[in-house]
């Protein structure tokens, strides 16, 4: 229904029509003049698919600006300020949360846990003073600051001052004027007649007739996809490629974000019937296998036209109405004004919500937050029209298939937690009842026959679970629990209306799930449980709401209660039979049920609810039975009877009788006891237990529990006799232990409130004592344990310090949480019973007590039963149990049982429940005589009978046989002792004093026993040893010669290494290189052991391969340009590193050696169970064998390949004397340069075209005809020497670990595939080896630790391994490749080759390390004859030399680099490179310029004139100066210099390099190198000076300098990098990233947003939005990151859920961000909220991590260690 033609934008004339508009609004027909206008213009703006900028601008001068000018009748920016000066100040601020925005919940002033603040409110306000919580925002929300209803105190912040003047007192209207209030009544009514018209219009294809365009309309249709939450964005990618024409895979993921975001997506535009076809392809394709289809309609471009409209004129209402208070008072009004129907335009927006798509609901929502929601007189009218319509709202919610959080249901949290409103809503409106009455309605539909839900997870519908939202909104309607002063009859009959049908909602629960024991075979089909539970849990904080309730009104407490009573005596059988029992002369009717063989459920929330109101009767003075609580069948047995069946399943199970039955009852049992839902089950089925103890005689009550244990015939002393069926003995005994625990939880758990005479604290406090006698736990293991309570003001806090100490780790780093401790006061309480324990818990917290009670060296090592408060007078018949007849009977059987010599019903547990049975009714006792009740007499009923308890206690003392616990004795001893005593306190008649002598005897007597027998065992103990040490002994001398040569030492032998500093005493000033170089010694591995075989063997160049397990990476930790993408590999001449190192290669290792062949055959393995693997299980694992990854065999760390082992070098070649050398530097330069302008071919000949190398190398004979006769001879020796080699060839297999190694390294160093014959191979070997030294020397450098010594070994062997092998890896490589890098790197300094090719350079664009290291190992070769060589470079005069000249350079580049140096570039690290404390010393004085400074700057004039950049002689520096920043500046040079060139000649580290030093002359002596630095410049000859000049003098270095170049410029010396800085304040973070909005989806807000801790730079992470593809494979924003900022490793925040991501390539790892809270403990997804700051101890091993190349392997170890990491497609992060 879109014109023919494109429509044009009609011309029109503003001021005409808005005549014709005030004269409409005069005459009351505003909304046809507006229709007319729209339906011409919103066609033209939003239906010619315009640009958003171009439709923004249409849309504003056509359709808002008309607007605005109607409404103000001037400019409408004055009119609007005019009105925002009348507004009141604003005491809400009512910000909207946007997703990800820090919230602020105060713990001790917000009334309940939705009342929030925003940063601005939170940091302006006393709150931040106090103890609070923060988390993200959801979005939706919004601040509650200056609403006094949601904070107990300070509910204003200094932002939102409360006005002086009540608001309410004044209508905002009022302020306006009075036509501009007509104008706006018809524009703001017109509008949203027109909203609500057009949004709920349901027809696709036509609009109403006066929106209708005249004319003849064309064939043009769009069809529109809508969201869902049932499908997948794979899946919605895969329908649109193939439905809609030429779509790509890029086009369908932006479709498929388009839709998850807005909720709808244009997929295609053209005529209907191409339309309807895209819609069916779409329809068919989603709707297989009875799966929901995907929504689709073609509609007319017209009608999408107008819908567009009505979402930005929201976002106008919205705009204006936040113009002015009166404004919005005034749209708040006539938007709830009833129309003809009845229904205000708001109740039509609110019952059409499901109709809308995403983003018009959110902006509908957002519209009615901005206006009725922001003003508190309106809030309250809509809160009823909300509360009439709410069976509708929820009722469509829960058929619709929107996140709750964009429905309107969502607003109800809004306003049922403002407890004014609740509390009218629930007086005037019945709100318990109306929300009740639709939950039930839904619960209908899942009810059984018997009329109790059947939660099954066939039914794959989610309307019921959406329905239990209504749960939420329940619990928040209580919230507002009223006073005493507060009920009214009105409150009185609404609450108790919602209270019987919340009633029907427990009675439909109770009895969910029953299960049956299975007896024949197991259990075929798990049955389902997890509905229950969930359900259960929902209810729980309901159920205790509607309790605390009725607990404050004696009148509703009664109704409740009688209400609560009715309805479970509904829930009854009635056809239960009874059958009679007599124990002990009692005879009781018992109810007949037989739990093994009959049905039993553990959801009783009915029997509970009856529990938890009983326990308030007290308050009130009502007694169970009295007549205001009379009501028909409440019986106690029949109410225990319930919770009963309960404890004997869970007894029956323990005992192994329901084994059968599967997991899923050992799952019910778990979480009934579990602390989430222990409050509203296990305690409630106790407390019943209670009651029925309390109300029923006390041998009565034992005997309904023996009945139902089924333990009638094990409490007969007949039982005892064999009687040769001992099959259901062992289940016996096991049930009489539970039945005797069960006891003590009824006799001894009274922290209650209401049962025992305690507090609420009380019971928190004891809590907490009972997991702190586990062991010491961190506050968030205590919290994790403890009940959650959605009342704050019930502080966990309060009652963990009040009972326990906080002990602050002692380690620093990552394991920073620290402990809590229970203070020694409080151990007292501990009681090894206590009811919510588990097994486990109860077994380490024994064990833990007596290990503490030793530590103390305590002299009593029992754990005796705590004193327990005192029942409540309603609950104090619960202690006559224990003086029963029927319980003295079963103490004194097991007491009897004990004593006798073999008795097959008894076990230890058994006795020691009933000592803490006897020591309860000790404690009662004695209680009861220092009150003066001489009611209760257990030591009278004890002593009777023959024998008594006392002479059965001494008997059990005197001879424990058949115990074999200490604890148990002990307690026994204690139980007799108090037995004494308490006895003693009822009649003086009797002295204890044999008795105690007695107890004493017998401990003296287990003490001696306990001593004769360690005597013995340490008898035995010697006299094995004795035997073994003789039989050794006896081995060695049988077998001599196998220990002459073993080293017992180690299975790796080194040499004097980095690490061994006796070695060096030996040679005062060793100088390792130059004629006078010092003799080297083996360092590094000279002998190891392969982990694989076993079998050691020497290092030699001639036997069996040795390798050390390596790792390759690509790196770019020491970039200096972090915005610089990585180059491509393949493109890529790595001879002239970048003095950036931009990227480098690195390599480490574990240090652990292998065999060659070993390691292929491991490895081979490795590779034949991959493949099998792959064929069953899908996902990878830690390692990446198509990448050649393994794990160590020993370590297991990461490797991808294994680095040949050499032998020591000096070992290789003959040993020469290069006295007799008499060659000067400048005479060796001119030698060099000669080769190199010999090499030179010609650019003009045909042979030089395409040829990468323009080099034809020449020989030594060649050069040295054109040298003096003198100069020649030496020259020709020097050339002698470096040749002159011994030992012969390399064995085959350490060539071909050699050249696998290459191999490796050329192609993980650059990123390329393999290719051994590749020029660049050698290269990337001589760069891998330059680039790890740098990181080691840098990292080295950070920590103030000396370069040698302070190393770990692996690094050392790592080292010098890769420096042996630079230097051979000549020898894999064609002489010819290997001369011509020679005559490239040479051409680089002595020829202009730096400043030709594609890319031109100069002296400052390389990095002279790297140079060093390349030159140094290709130099042997540059004369060599033939295709393969055994040149090493350990000629010291050549070396020397290189080294000089490399310096000078290096030297040079400093200088001309100085300025930037001063622009404080070098202080940009972790740390200052160096101690600059001397500046601040010097800084008052001049020092003096010596000889060397002032010859160093009179060379620095002249070079910086030279490259034309003479500073201004204000910014010169004095000669001291220069120096000292020299020698600054090329220390890390020498550093690095002096570890190769170490490891290269084994020549021994002086000592005093062995320690941290600053200086450079020790670095100079072992190097040969003058320590005046302006001797290699003067008297080395006018060729030096020429070099120099052409290096200054390049066209190229001064465009560098002062121009824009992609290439950085550096300065020396070279920073070290760090990570990000952050800030202190996590919530910081939170806010900064919070206005992050996805930089693919046109500002939305990103649902991840990831920073990069390496260089800043926040990514949408795993999203599709961003997704792009790298070698063709789909990744997300993250990893596309990681490629091009840490070439494949990067290590990001994820900040909103506060969580470190390390990623190497396609794998990963979640991590600890390094914010902790108080507590030292960090907080992975913000879960508990606490305030979390920058731990800088975990930041800086996070730094160390990632500088030290260690995140690959850190992702293997986490992916080996939680498997769930490997199903995680880390690549689309």
């Given at each position: 229904?879109?014109?023919?033609n494109?429509?044009?934008?009609?011309?029109?004339?503003?001021?005409?029509?808005?005549?014709?508009?005030?004269?409409?609004?005069?005459?009351?027909?505003?909304l046809?003049a507006?229709?007319?206008?729209?339906?011409i213009?919103?066609?033209?703006?939003?239906?010619?698919?315009?640009?958003?900028?171009?439709?923004?601008?249409?849309?504003?001068?056509?359709?808002f600006?008309?607007?605005?000018?109607?409404?103000?009748r001037?400019?409408p920016?004055?009119?609007?300020?005019?009105?925002?000066?009348?507004n009141?100040p604003?005491?809400?601020?009512g910000?909207?949360?946007?997703?990800?925005?820090?919230?602020?919940?105060?713990?001790?002033?917000?009334?309940?846990?939705t009342?929030?603040?925003?940063?601005?409110?939170?940091q302006n306000?006393?709150?931040?003073?106090?103890?609070?919580?923060?988390?993200?925002?959801?979005?939706g929300?919004?601040?509650?600051?200056?609403?006094?209803e949601?904070?107990t105190?300070?509910?204003?912040?200094?932002?939102?001052?409360?006005?002086?003047?009540?608001?309410d007192?004044?209508n905002?209207?009022?302020?306006?004027?009075v036509?501009?209030?007509?104008?706006?009544?018809?524009?703001?009514?017109?509008?949203?007649?027109?909203?609500?018209?057009?949004?709920?219009?349901?027809?696709?294809?036509?609009?109403?007739?006066?929106?209708q365009?005249e004319?003849?309309l064309?064939?043009?249709?769009?069809?529109?996809?809508f969201?869902?939450?049932?499908?997948?964005?794979?899946?919605?990618?895969?329908?649109?490629?193939?439905?809609?024409?030429?779509?790509?895979?890029?086009?369908?993921?932006?479709f498929?974000?388009?839709?998850?975001r807005?909720?709808?997506?244009?997929?295609?535009?053209?005529?209907?019937?191409?339309c309807?076809?895209?819609r069916?392809?779409?329809?068919?394709?989603?709707?297989?296998?009875?799966?929901?289809?995907?929504?689709?309609?073609?509609?007319?471009?017209?009608?999408?036209?107008?819908q567009?409209?009505?979402?930005?004129?929201?976002?106008?209402?919205?705009?204006?109405?936040?113009?002015?208070?009166?404004?919005?008072?005034?749209?708040?009004?006539?938007?709830m004004?009833p129309?003809?129907?009845?229904?205000?335009?708001?109740?039509?927006l609110?019952?059409?919500?499901?109709?809308?798509?995403?983003?018009?609901?959110?902006?509908?929502?957002?519209?009615?937050?901005?206006?009725?929601l922001?003003?508190?007189?309106?809030?309250?009218?809509?809160?009823?029209i909300?509360?009439?319509?709410?069976?509708?709202?929820?009722?469509?919610f829960a058929?619709?298939?929107?996140d709750?959080?964009?429905?309107?249901?969502?607003l109800?949290v809004?306003?049922?937690?403002?407890?004014?409103?609740?509390?009218?809503?629930?007086?005037?409106?019945?709100?318990?009842?109306?929300?009740?009455?639709?939950?039930?309605?839904a619960?209908?539909?899942?009810?059984?026959a018997?009329?109790?839900?059947?939660?099954?997870?066939?039914?794959?519908?989610p309307s019921?679970?959406?329905?239990?939202?209504?749960?939420?909104?329940?619990k928040?309607?209580?919230?507002?629990?009223p006073?005493?002063?507060?009920?009214?009859?009105k409150?009185?009959?609404?609450?108790?209306?919602?209270?019987?049908?919340?009633?029907?909602?427990?009675?439909m629960?109770?009895?969910?799930d029953?299960?049956?024991?299975?007896?024949?075979?197991?259990?075929e089909?798990?049955?389902?449980?997890?509905g229950?539970?969930?359900?259960?849990?929902?209810?729980?904080?309901?159920?205790?709401?509607?309790?605390?309730?009725?607990s404050?009104?004696?009148?509703?407490?009664i109704?409740?209660?009688?209400?609560?009573?009715q309805?479970?005596?509904?829930?009854?059988?009635?056809?239960?039979?009874?059958?009679?029992?007599?124990?002990?002369?009692?005879?009781?009717?018992?109810?007949?049920?037989?739990?093994?063989?009959?049905?039993v459920?553990?959801?009783?929330p009915?029997?509970?609810?009856?529990?938890?109101?009983?326990?308030?009767?007290?308050d009130?003075?009502?007694?169970?039975?009295?007549?205001?609580?009379?009501?028909?069948?409440?019986?106690?047995?029949?109410?225990?009877?319930?919770?009963l069946?309960?404890?004997?399943?869970?007894?029956?199970?323990?005992?192994?009788?329901?084994?059968?039955?599967?997991?899923a009852?050992?799952?019910?049992?778990?979480?009934?006891?579990?602390?989430?839902?222990?409050?509203?089950?296990?305690?409630?089925?106790?407390?019943?237990?209670q009651?029925?103890?309390?109300?029923?005689?006390?041998?009565?009550?034992?005997?309904?529990?023996?009945?139902r244990y089924?333990?009638?015939?094990?409490?007969?002393?007949?039982?005892?006799?064999?009687?040769?069926?001992?099959?259901?003995?062992?289940q016996?005994?096991?049930?009489?232990?539970?039945?005797?625990?069960?006891?003590?939880?009824?006799?001894?758990?009274?922290?209650?409130p209401?049962?025992?005479?305690?507090?609420?604290?009380?019971?928190?406090?004891r809590?907490?004592?009972h997991?702190?006698?586990?062991?010491?736990?961190?506050n968030?293991?205590?919290?994790?344990?403890?009940?959650?309570?959605?009342?704050?003001?019930?502080?966990?806090?309060?009652?963990?310090?009040?009972?326990?100490?906080f002990?602050?780790?002692?380690?620093?780093?990552?394991?920073?949480?620290?402990?809590?401790?229970?203070?020694?006061?409080?151990?007292?309480?501990?009681?090894?019973?206590?009811?919510?324990?588990?097994?486990?818990?109860?077994?380490?917290?024994?064990?833990?007590?007596?290990?503490?009670?030793?530590?103390e060296?305590?002299?009593?090592?029992t754990?005796?039963?705590p004193?327990?408060?005192?029942f409540?007078?309603?609950?104090?018949?619960?202690s006559?149990?224990?003086?029963?007849?029927?319980?003295?009977?079963?103490?004194?059987l097991?007491?009897?049982?004990?004593?006798?010599?073999?008795?097959?019903?008894?076990?230890?547990?058994?006795l020691?429940?009933?000592?803490?049975?006897?020591?309860?009714?000790l404690?009662?006792?004695?209680?009861?005589?220092h009150?003066?009740?001489h009611n209760?007499?257990f030591?009278?009923k004890?002593?009777?009978?023959?024998?008594?308890?006392?002479q059965?206690?001494?008997?059990?003392?005197?001879?424990?046989?058949?115990?074999?616990?200490?604890?148990?004795?002990?307690?026994?001893?204690?139980?007799?002792?108090?037995?004494?005593?308490?006895r003693?306190?009822?009649?003086?008649a009797?002295?204890?004093?044999?008795?105690?002598?007695?107890?004493?005897?017998?401990?003296e007597?287990?003490?001696?026993?306990?001593?004769?027998?360690?005597?013995?065992?340490a008898?035995?103990?010697?006299?094995?040893?004795?035997?073994i040490?003789?039989?050794?002994?006896?081995?060695?001398?049988?077998n001599?010669?196998?220990?002459?040569?073993?080293?017992?030492?180690s299975?790796?032998?080194?040499g004097?290494?980095?690490?061994?500093?006796?070695?060096?005493?030996?040679?005062?000033?060793p100088?390792?290189?130059?004629?006078?170089?010092s003799?080297?010694?083996?360092?590094?591995?000279?002998?190891?052991?392969?982990?694989?075989?076993?079998?050691e063997?020497?290092?030699?160049?001639?036997?069996?391969?040795?390798?050390?397990?390596?790792?390759?990476?690509?790196?770019?930790v020491?970039?200096q340009?972090?915005?610089?993408?990585?180059?491509?590999?393949?493109?890529?001449?790595?001879?002239?590193?970048?003095?950036?190192?931009?990227?480098?290669?690195?390599?480490?290792?574990?240090?652990?050696?292998?065999?060659?062949?070993?390691?292929?055959?491991?490895?081979?393995?490795?590779?034949?169970?991959?493949?099998?693997?792959?064929?069953?299980?899908?996902?990878?694992?830690?390692?990446?064998?198509?990448?050649?990854?393994?794990?160590?065999?020993?370590?297991?760390?990461?490797?991808?390949?294994?680095?040949?082992?050499?032998p020591?070098?000096?070992?290789?070649?003959?040993?020469s004397?290069?006295?007799?050398?008499?060659?000067?530097?400048?005479?060796?330069?001119?030698?060099?340069?000669?080769?190199?302008k010999?090499?030179?071919?010609q650019?003009?000949?045909?042979?030089?075209?395409?040829?990468?190398?323009?080099?034809?190398?020449?020989s030594?004979?060649?050069?040295?005809?054109?040298?003096?006769?003198s100069?020649?001879?030496?020259?020709q020796?020097?050339?002698?020497?470096?040749?002159?080699?011994?030992?012969?060839?390399?064995?085959?297999?350490?060539?071909?670990?050699?050249?696998?190694?290459?191999?490796?390294?050329?192609?993980?160093?650059?990123g390329?595939?393999?290719?051994?014959?590749?020029?660049?191979?050698?290269?990337?070997?001589?760069?891998?080896?330059?680039?790890?030294?740098?990181?080691?020397?840098?990292y080295?450098?950070?920590?103030?630790?000396?370069l040698?010594?302070a190393?770990?070994?692996r690094?050392?062997?790592?080292?010098?391994?890769?420096?042996?092998?630079?230097?051979?890896?000549?020898?894999i490589?064609?002489?010819?490749?290997?001369?011509?890098?020679c005559?490239?790197?040479?051409?680089?300094?002595?020829?202009?080759?730096?400043?030709?090719?594609?890319?031109?350079?100069?002296?400052?664009?390389?990095d002279?390390?790297?140079?060093?290291?390349?030159?140094?190992?290709?130099?042997?070769?540059?004369?060599?004859e033939?295709?393969?060589?055994?040149?090493?470079?350990?000629?010291?005069?050549?070396?020397?030399?290189?080294?000089?000249?490399?310096?000078?350079?290096?030297?040079?580049?400093?200088m001309?680099?100085?300025?930037?140096?001063?622009?404080?570039?070098?202080?940009?690290?972790w740390?200052?490179?160096?101690d600059?404390?001397q500046d601040?010393?010097e800084g008052?004085?001049?020092?003096?310029?010596?000889a060397?400074?002032?010859?160093?700057?009179?060379?620095?004039?002249?070079?910086?004139?030279?490259?034309?950049?003479?500073p201004?002689?204000?910014?010169?520096?004095?000669?001291?100066?220069?120096?000292r920043?020299?020698k600054?500046?090329?220390?890390?040079?020498?550093?690095?210099?002096?570890?190769?060139?170490?490891?290269?000649?084994?020549?021994?580290?002086?000592?005093?390099?062995?320690e941290?030093?600053?200086?450079?002359e020790?670095?100079?002596?072992?190097?040969?190198?003058?320590?005046?630095?302006?001797?290699?410049?003067?008297?080395?000859?006018?060729?030096?000076?020429?070099?120099?000049?052409?290096?200054?003098?390049?066209?190229?270095?001064?465009?560098?300098?002062?121009?824009?170049?992609?290439?950085?410029?550096?300065?020396?010396?070279?920073?070290?990098?760090?990570?990000?800085d952050?800030?202190?304040?996590?919530?910081?973070?939170?806010?900064?990233?919070?206005?992050?909005?996805?930089?693919?989806?046109?500002g939305?807000?990103?649902?991840?947003?990831?920073?990069?801790l390496?260089?800043?730079?926040?990514?949408?992470?795993q999203?599709?939005?961003?997704?792009?593809?790298?070698?063709?494979?789909?990744?997300?924003a993250?990893?596309?990151?990681?490629?091009?900022?840490?070439?494949?490793?990067?290590i990001?925040?994820?900040v909103?859920?506060?969580?470190?991501?390390?990623?190497?390539?396609?794998?990963?790892?979640f991590?600890?961000?390094?914010?902790?809270?108080?507590?030292?403990?960090?907080?992975?997804?913000?879960?508990?909220?606490n305030?979390?700051?920058?731990?800088?101890?975990?930041?800086?091993?996070l730094?160390?991590?990632?500088?030290?190349?260690?995140i690959?392997?850190?992702?293997?170890?986490?992916i080996?260690?939680?498997m769930?990491?490997?199903?995680?497609?880390w690549?689309?992060?």
């Open positions: 229904m879109a014109m023919k494109v429509i044009a934008t009609p011309e029109y004339r503003q001021d005409t029509l808005l005549e014709e508009w005030w004269n409409s609004c005069e005459k009351g027909n505003l046809p507006l229709k007319k206008h729209w339906r213009f919103v066609l033209s703006v939003f239906g010619n698919n315009h640009d958003p900028g171009k439709e923004e601008r249409l849309a504003h001068k056509f359709l600006r008309p607007m605005e000018y109607f409404l103000c001037q400019d920016e004055v009119v609007f300020e005019e009105l925002k000066a009348k009141m604003s005491q809400l601020c910000k909207v949360f946007k997703t990800g925005e820090p919230t602020y919940s105060c713990r001790d002033c917000a009334n309940d846990p009342c929030v603040l925003c940063i601005d409110c939170f306000g006393a709150h931040k003073n106090h103890r609070y919580k923060m988390n993200t925002s959801g979005g929300g919004y601040c509650d600051c200056g609403d006094q949601a904070w105190s300070h509910p204003f912040c200094n932002l939102h001052s409360p006005n002086e003047v009540n608001q007192e004044k905002p209207i009022e302020t306006l004027p036509d501009l209030t007509d104008r706006a009544s018809a524009l703001f009514m017109a509008a949203l007649q027109y909203i609500v018209e057009v949004l709920t219009w349901n027809q696709c294809d036509n609009l109403p007739s006066d929106l365009v004319g003849e064309n064939d043009t249709y769009i069809t529109m996809l969201n869902d939450e049932v499908h997948t964005f794979d899946q919605v990618i895969k329908t649109l490629q193939r439905a809609v024409k030429h779509c790509t895979a890029q086009q369908a993921r932006e498929a974000t388009l839709v998850d807005e909720g709808r997506a244009t997929v295609y535009r053209g005529c209907f019937t191409s309807e076809q895209c069916t392809i779409i329809d068919q394709s989603t709707s297989r296998h009875g799966s929901k289809p995907l929504k689709v309609q073609v509609m007319h471009t017209v009608v999408v036209a107008h567009t409209f009505c979402l930005r004129l929201m976002v106008w209402l919205q705009k204006m109405i936040e113009k002015s208070d009166g404004l919005r008072r005034l749209f708040c009004l006539l938007s004004k129309q003809e129907d009845g229904k205000s335009l708001m109740e039509k609110l019952l059409h919500d499901t109709q809308l798509w995403k983003v018009a609901r959110i902006l509908s929502h957002q519209l009615l937050m901005a206006g009725v922001m003003d508190q007189e309106c809030k309250k009218q809509f809160a009823v909300f509360t009439k319509w709410y069976p509708n709202v929820m009722r469509d058929r619709d298939d929107h709750h959080e964009v429905c309107v249901a969502s109800s809004q306003i049922y937690t403002v407890p004014s409103l609740a509390r009218m809503l629930v007086t005037d409106h019945d709100l318990l009842d109306v929300i009740l009455v639709p939950f039930l309605a619960c209908e539909e899942k009810k059984n018997n009329g109790v839900l059947s939660l099954s997870k066939a039914d794959r519908t019921f679970k959406r329905a239990c939202f209504m749960l939420y909104d329940l928040y309607a209580l919230l507002c629990k006073t005493s002063d507060e009920w009214s009859d409150l009185r009959e609404s609450f108790l209306r919602g209270h019987q049908s919340f009633l029907k909602l427990l009675k629960m109770q009895g969910m029953e299960v049956k024991r299975q007896t024949g075979m197991h259990l089909y798990e049955p389902e449980w997890e229950a539970f969930n359900l259960q849990m929902r209810v729980d904080d309901v159920i205790s709401s509607f309790t605390e309730w009725c404050t009104d004696r009148t509703v407490y109704e409740a209660y009688k209400q609560a009573a309805m479970l005596s509904q829930c009854r059988d009635t056809t239960q039979k009874s059958e009679q029992h007599t124990v002990c002369g009692h005879t009781v009717k018992c109810l007949k049920y037989d739990v093994q063989s009959q049905p459920s553990i959801h009783l009915l029997s509970r609810y009856l529990a938890g109101l009983h326990v308030y009767m007290g009130y003075n009502l007694q169970f039975g009295c007549p205001e609580l009379n009501v028909q069948g409440l019986d106690p047995v029949k109410m225990i009877e319930p919770p069946k309960v404890q004997v399943l869970i007894a029956q199970s323990q005992a192994g009788l329901w084994r059968r039955n599967g997991y009852l050992l799952n019910q049992i778990y979480f009934y006891h579990n602390v989430k839902c222990r409050q509203e089950m296990y305690d409630k089925d106790i407390l019943m237990l009651i029925g103890a309390s109300a029923v005689d006390s041998n009565e009550f034992l005997i309904h529990l023996l009945n089924g333990l009638l015939l094990w409490i007969r002393p007949e039982y005892d006799v064999p009687t040769g069926q001992d099959d259901n003995v062992r016996t005994i096991m049930l009489a232990e539970e039945f005797l625990n069960l006891l003590l939880i009824i006799l001894g758990e009274r922290y209650v209401g049962l025992g005479q305690v507090t609420h604290e009380d019971t928190l406090k809590e907490v004592i997991l702190l006698c586990i062991s010491p736990m961190s968030s293991e205590l919290s994790k344990n403890l009940p959650d309570s959605t009342n704050l003001k019930a502080d966990i806090e309060d009652a963990i310090h009040a009972v326990a100490n002990r602050k780790p002692t380690s620093v780093g990552t394991a920073g949480s620290g402990k809590f401790e229970l203070k020694n006061e409080c151990y007292k309480e501990f009681n090894p019973y206590f009811y919510h324990y588990c097994r486990t818990d109860q077994s380490q917290a024994e064990e833990t007590q007596i290990k503490r009670k030793k530590e060296k305590s002299a009593n090592h754990l005796p039963p004193v327990p408060p005192k409540t007078p309603q609950f104090a018949q619960i006559n149990l224990l003086q029963s007849d029927v319980l003295v009977h079963i103490l004194s097991i007491l009897q049982r004990s004593v006798a010599v073999r008795s097959r019903s008894w076990s230890e547990t058994q020691d429940r009933v000592l803490h049975l006897i020591g309860l009714a404690h009662e006792q004695r209680r009861n005589i009150e003066g009740n209760f007499d030591i009278g004890a002593l009777k009978g023959e024998p008594n308890f006392t059965l206690l001494e008997s059990l003392v005197t001879d424990p046989k058949n115990i074999s616990h200490d604890s148990t004795k002990d307690l026994l001893s204690w139980i007799l002792q108090k037995f004494i005593e308490v003693q306190m009822t009649s003086s009797e002295a204890n004093g044999p008795v105690e002598q007695l107890a004493s005897s017998s401990k007597e287990n003490e001696a026993a306990k001593k004769r027998k360690a005597r013995l065992a008898k035995r103990k010697e006299k094995i040893i004795a035997k040490s003789q039989m050794q002994q006896n081995f060695i001398r049988d001599a010669d196998l220990f002459e040569s073993t080293d017992a030492d299975s790796l032998t080194r004097t290494s980095e690490m061994d500093i006796s070695e060096s005493a030996h040679h005062e000033t100088v390792a290189l130059g004629k006078y170089q003799l080297p010694c083996s360092i590094g591995i000279t002998k190891a052991t392969c982990i694989l075989c076993q079998e063997q020497e290092i030699s160049h001639n036997s069996r391969a040795m390798v050390l397990a390596g790792f390759v990476q690509r790196s770019t020491m970039s340009c972090k915005s610089r993408n990585p180059t491509d590999g393949e493109n890529l001449d790595p001879l002239f590193t970048s003095s950036d190192l931009h990227v480098g290669s690195f390599t480490n290792s574990c240090g652990h050696t292998m065999h060659a062949d070993c390691w292929q055959s491991f490895f081979q393995a490795i590779l034949v169970k991959e493949r099998r693997r792959l064929s069953r299980i899908p996902h990878s694992l830690s390692y990446n064998i198509v990448q050649l990854e393994y794990l160590c065999p020993l370590c297991e760390s990461l490797s991808n390949t294994v680095i040949p082992l050499v020591a070098l000096h070992s290789l070649v003959t040993d004397d290069l006295c007799d050398v008499n060659l000067s530097f400048g005479d060796w330069l001119d030698g060099l340069q000669k080769t190199v010999n090499a030179t071919k650019e003009s000949t045909s042979a030089s075209k395409g040829d990468p190398f323009p080099f034809l190398p020449s030594l004979s060649s050069i040295t005809k054109m040298m003096a006769d100069v020649a001879s030496n020259f020796l020097l050339w002698q020497y470096v040749n002159n080699t011994k030992g012969g060839r390399f064995s085959e297999s350490l060539m071909e670990m050699m050249k696998k190694f290459a191999k490796d390294v050329y192609s993980f160093g650059l390329v595939d393999p290719d051994d014959m590749n020029h660049r191979v050698s290269i990337v070997a001589w760069n891998t080896c330059a680039y790890t030294i740098i990181n080691l020397e840098q080295l450098r950070y920590e103030n630790k000396p040698f010594g190393s770990p070994s690094n050392v062997d790592c080292i010098n391994a890769l420096v042996k092998f630079a230097a051979v890896c000549s020898h490589m064609p002489q010819e490749v290997i001369k011509k890098h005559l490239r790197l040479l051409s680089g300094l002595l020829s202009n080759g730096l400043g030709e090719g594609d890319d031109p350079q100069c002296i400052i664009d390389v002279m390390f790297h140079y060093l290291v390349a030159v140094t190992m290709a130099l042997p070769s540059l004369y060599t033939g295709t393969t060589a055994s040149n090493l470079p350990l000629n010291s005069l050549n070396n020397q030399y290189i080294l000089e000249l490399v310096l000078t350079a290096h030297i040079v580049q400093v001309l680099l100085h300025d930037r140096s001063q622009d404080g570039e070098e202080g940009k690290g740390v200052l490179l160096y600059r404390s601040g010393e008052g004085m001049e020092m003096e310029n010596d060397d400074s002032v010859a160093l700057m009179s060379m620095y004039t002249e070079i910086r004139r030279k490259a034309g950049c003479l201004p002689s204000n910014n010169d520096p004095l000669p001291w100066q220069l120096t920043h020299i600054r500046a090329v220390l890390p040079f020498l550093r690095c210099a002096t570890v190769l060139y170490h490891n290269l000649t084994g020549v021994p580290i002086p000592a005093q390099l062995q941290w030093t600053e200086e450079v020790p670095f100079c002596s072992y190097l040969s190198l003058p320590t005046s630095f302006s001797e290699l410049f003067l008297n080395q000859g006018e060729l030096l000076e020429r070099v120099v000049n052409q290096w200054c003098s390049s066209d190229v270095l001064r465009s560098r300098l002062y121009s824009a170049s992609s290439r950085s410029v550096v300065s020396y010396p070279l920073p070290v990098n760090h990570l990000i952050l800030p202190d304040d996590y919530s910081q973070l939170i806010n900064q990233i919070s206005s992050f909005t996805c930089p693919s989806s046109k939305n807000d990103s649902q991840l947003p990831t920073m990069c390496v260089c800043g730079l926040v990514v949408c992470s999203s599709y939005c961003c997704q792009t593809e790298i070698k063709d494979m789909k990744v997300g993250a990893t596309e990151h990681t490629y091009r900022c840490g070439a494949g490793v990067g990001l925040l994820r909103r859920e506060c969580q470190i991501v390390l990623l190497a390539g396609t794998k990963g790892c991590i600890p961000a390094p914010y902790v809270d108080s507590y030292g403990e960090t907080d992975q997804g913000l879960r508990r909220g305030p979390l700051h920058l731990c800088k101890d975990s930041y800086k091993n730094q160390k991590m990632w500088f030290t190349h260690c690959p392997e850190t992702v293997a170890h986490n080996e260690s939680h769930n990491l490997m199903s995680i497609h690549q689309h992060l």
